[in-house]
């Protein structure tokens, strides 16, 4: 059974130090795997994804993500979290078709 | 957000009436959804369109409708709204498979 879970609900940052956002699927098929943000009151916006390219994918506001087939992994990262950033975030997976898969989210609290 | 709207923002509805959400968008894709969000829940997908008059349900489609007369708009309706309605209703565009979605920027609804 296609799966994502996102290994934290909630995560604290000092402003300026790095950002790691965990996540892990489990697909039969070689999935689409994909990062959204949202900030409050606000629809989900794209950050990055991965089609089976390059593992090592840029997204925007400088966050990156590296699929790990052998870990099964899609973790989410940034070198210097700024205020902005606090919002929550989502792991997706796209495991052909219209079957999409939403992790749970996981929130991030930048402290100044 | 860019090439998608959604209307109404909010609105607030009494248990029984019916109540339809729209959603149009400037992007010309072929592939529409509607999802709920819900505290401890995420993101589900309600009903989905592949094209004009092609649409399909998704996980949580009991007591909604949809339609697609025309690609740019999608509408979501709930027969005879009931309190368990009560939530944040998300369209989303996506050109295919492996793109991302594009959301809007959602309808609070709020069932009384």
């Known amino acids: 059974a296609q799966s994502v879970t996102q290994l934290d609900s909630h995560v604290s940052v000092s402003e300026g130090t790095p950002v790691l956002l965990r996540c892990n699927y489990s697909s039969s098929y070689s999935p689409s795997l994909f990062w959204y943000v949202q900030h409050p009151n606000k629809g989900l916006q794209l950050l990055l994804k991965y089609t089976s390219a390059a593992t090592l994918v840029k997204g925007i506001n400088g966050f990156e993500a590296e699929f790990k087939k052998s870990e099964t992994s899609f973790h989410l990262t940034k070198p210097s979290a700024h205020m902005s950033d606090a919002a929550e975030y989502f792991c997706?997976?796209?495991?052909?078709?219209?079957?999409?898969?939403f992790g749970a989210g996981t929130r991030l609290f930048v402290k100044a | 957000d860019a090439g998608i709207t959604q209307s109404p923002r909010h609105k607030v509805t009494e248990t029984g009436t019916p109540v339809t959400l729209r959603c149009h968008q400037t992007?010309?894709?072929?592939?529409m959804y509607w999802y709920r969000q819900d505290p401890g829940h995420g993101l589900r997908l309600i009903h989905y369109s592949y094209g004009v008059k092609d649409t399909d349900k998704g996980e949580v489609s009991d007591g909604y409708s949809v339609s697609r007369s025309k690609t740019e708009d999608f509408l979501l309706t709930l027969e005879s709204a009931t309190s368990s309605q009560t939530s944040v209703y998300f369209c989303a565009i996506k050109k295919g498979e492996d793109y991302g979605y594009t959301f809007g920027s959602g309808t609070r609804l709020t069932v009384v």
């Open positions: 997706v997976v796209n495991t052909g078709g219209f079957k999409t898969i």
């Open positions: 992007e010309n894709h072929r592939y």
